[in-house]
């Protein structure tokens, strides 16, 4: 198999700020979470935010590129059109590694991004203006690039698309057949309460590993608390990587339940992409066929390394990050 | 007068990529220095550039924010094409509270961009492609805008687009004539060699007060020292503000020279954007009338402040960092 990993998910240019809790606030916004805005909410918002940094994102794209830091070879795919924010997020992606070839549209809804706030405690509140990534439906979804990959990786944002889940569909059958691993990431607890069952039914059916953090996985279960949660995941048969901020991450497999520390931060200055980055060093680990306890440290490098600068991409090789561990 | 500054120049994007020096030599680059590329050789160098970040930038925009964040108000007139780079520089100088009202162009080039790479001693190479602001002329001076201002402030770099010296002129007039103070910044040695008859006349004609470099203010006059050049700066009348990296500023009238320090930095990230953020403490002092070795200082303040990060644009408020030196 060319790949190691092949990721599905939206494409996003995010469009960083510093602002206070003060500024969050005022506009009704959940600290933590992402929000879905519209094209007019989108630019009522931005001019509202102070000056900005551009850089890509999209939550599975992160996770593509920390996999290429650590040298594994991934590729993308994911709907832009042919404007400014598409080609940077083509150029940044392809700069770091990751295989992007699907063409841009050429008519529809602009590039979506991402507006995000940072407040002074390193929390981001996210407000994504899907654009083209709405439209991104089982047509865009290659047989050929699917079975290309050791492992499938779908982003839970994408179920927020209307087409989106068709395709993750289609892309996990393909996917299964083939001998491919499948993985999905729930993203957000509101994304989970928003498509409960089309996430346990996507499980159920064709899912091999689940990565979500606390709010995510008990909220999928509809469960109160964490320790009830893993029991769930380990009667379902999957391997689930659970993350909990400061306290680490928690690997669930039907007969282990491995807990792995967080790496210490000096300084957390954003925590924009710390659970796309923990995903790309589980998943750099995983594709290699590493001990599960491996994984979930090097996702602990990788997360550690994304929360000490602004953005959601490594900034240094995570390969030369994790010394031994990918010796 | 309503504004401090009224600012004339670029409207760039800076697409901001850390490279090493293998990377500029091999691209036969000067390192340090601004060249001009077209849309195509902008493309070929995107392309070979790593992932990037963007901020809005553009020299003297970069100076009116400067000024703003010292407390002063500053208006900026350019040039932009209807497109996401040119919805992103207008936001953020928005956003920093600098005035800019001149409509987006809805024909033409795009809006323009910077190329920049930063290599590990900090310093940057830049590669503009002009856009829109090469069609920035005469026409695009408003003259009450100019009239509204204390002091007009010009950015060399300007000089490069064929249209744009006719509008300098224009401008300066217009100051002139309505007791307006004219500043101008040479930008760049290659720039001053490229345009140096042309800076002579409107400096003799029109100016007031000169930013400079070493390289520049030397290749200006021909000399070969920089104590020659303040020699030819001191008959001509006019005064000037010479940067000299780590060695500070020297500051230069008929009949005094003052010496001002630079401001100790713990690391210096990034060095774009120094000049820039010299003229504009400079320039928040001079509108104000205080006294020359406080205008030195404040912009020394300002260029310390932009050099410790990466970004040409300060972040955090400048009028803080001056203290008493603006009581």
Same mark, same amino acid.
């Given at each position: *198999?060319?790949?190691?990993? +092949?990721? =599905?998910?939206?494409? !996003? ?12 606030? %005022?506009?009704?916004?959940?600290? %933590?979470? *992402?929000?879905? +805005? @519209? ?15 551009? *850089?890509?994102? %999209? ?8 996999? &290429? ?6 590729? /993308? $795919?994911?709907?832009?059109?042919? @404007?400014? !924010? ?6 940044? $992606?392809?700069?770091? %590694? ?65 087409? &989106?889940?068709?395709?993750? #569909?289609?892309?996990?059958? /393909? ?18 309460? #928003?498509?409960?069952? &089309? ?23 509809? +469960?109160?608390?964490? +320790? ?10 999957? =391997? ?14 039907? @007969? ?26 589980? $998943?750099?680990? /995983?594709?290699?066929? $590493? ?15 994304? =929360? ?17 561990? !990918?010796?």
């Amino acid at each position: *198999m060319q790949f190691d990993v +092949v990721g =599905i998910g939206n494409a !996003l240019v995010d469009v960083l700020s510093h602002q206070d809790d003060a500024f969050v606030d %005022g506009l009704g916004l959940t600290k %933590g979470s *992402m929000t879905l +805005v @519209d094209e007019e909410r989108a630019g009522e918002l931005y001019g509202l935010m102070g000056p900005a940094v551009e *850089m890509s994102g %999209g939550s599975a794209a992160n996770t593509m590129v920390g996999v &290429a830091s650590f040298g594994g070879a991934a590729q /993308y $795919l994911s709907r832009v059109r042919d @404007d400014q !924010l598409g080609t940077a997020f083509r150029h940044d $992606l392809r700069a770091a %590694g990751v295989g992007f070839d699907v063409p841009a549209a050429t008519a529809g809804p602009s590039t979506g991004c991402c507006l995000i706030v940072v407040t002074p405690d390193a929390e981001r509140t996210m407000n994504t203006y899907l654009g083209a990534s709405v439209h991104f439906g089982p047509d865009d979804v290659d047989p050929s690039v699917v079975l290309s990959g050791k492992v499938l990786y779908l982003e839970g944002y994408l179920f927020d698309a209307p087409e &989106a889940q068709q395709a993750f #569909r289609t892309a996990a059958r /393909y996917a299964n057949e083939g001998g491919v691993k499948v993985a999905v990431t729930l993203s957000d607890g509101f994304c989970v309460d #928003r498509h409960r069952d &089309a996430f346990l039914d996507l499980i159920e059916d064709h899912v091999d590993l689940v990565f979500a953090n606390e709010a995510e996985i008990t909220s999928l279960f509809g +469960v109160d608390d964490f +320790v009830e949660a893993a029991e769930r995941v380990r009667k379902h048969g999957s =391997i689930a990587a659970l993350t909990r901020s400061a306290a680490g991450s928690v690997i669930v497999t039907e @007969d282990e339940l491995i807990e792995v520390p967080a790496r210490p931060v000096a300084h957390v200055e954003d925590t924009t992409g710390a659970g796309d980055l923990y995903a790309a060093g589980f $998943l750099a680990g /995983y594709s290699r066929g $590493l001990p599960l306890h491996v994984c979930g440290e090097l996702g602990s490098i990788a997360a550690a390394e994304v =929360i000490s600068h602004l953005g959601a991409r490594p900034q240094v090789s995570l390969r030369e990050l994790a010394g031994d561990l !990918l010796a």
